[in-house]
């Protein structure tokens, strides 16, 4: 079992940036693919970014090249930077874990645990 806790969240005005980070505690966190995503009032959970255990990242066409994903083994957490951020981008941000990772690791049914979830306002 992982237990995964965001924090980072907050109101920032359009072009802002935050930083949101994903604790894991329970096993070996290195096995580990994580992902974030987001779900905005009324609308699907939609993916945002993922990194692998071998450190490759994928990104949802909407963040790339403003939000950056990354991860530190020693400290079990991973870390979504979002720059240039846009009120588009208002959501609750969801930390995801699964074991291993395989595929494209882009779905939320790819992921086995998640996070209880961080709110991102961004007022334009």
């Known amino acids: 079992q992982v237990q995964l806790v965001e924090s980072g969240g907050g109101l920032v005005q359009a072009g802002g940036s935050l930083r949101l980070s994903c604790a894991a505690s329970?096993?070996?966190?290195?096995?580990?693919?994580m992902g974030w995503f987001r779900q905005a009032p009324g609308k699907e959970r939609e993916f945002v970014a993922r990194i692998r255990r071998g450190l490759s990242t994928y990104y949802a066409d909407s963040v790339k090249g403003r939000f950056t994903i990354s991860r530190d083994n020693a400290k079990n957490t991973v870390y979504l930077q979002m720059n240039s951020l846009k009120p588009e981008d208002t959501a609750v941000y969801y930390c995801?874990?699964?074991?291993?990772?395989?595929?494209?690791?882009?779905?939320?049914?790819?992921?086995?645990?998640w996070g209880q979830g961080t709110q991102v306002t961004v007022s334009s």
């Open positions: 329970g096993r070996t966190f290195t096995n580990y693919a």
């Open positions: 995801a874990a699964k074991d291993g990772g395989i595929g494209t690791m882009s779905n939320d049914y790819e992921f086995d645990y």
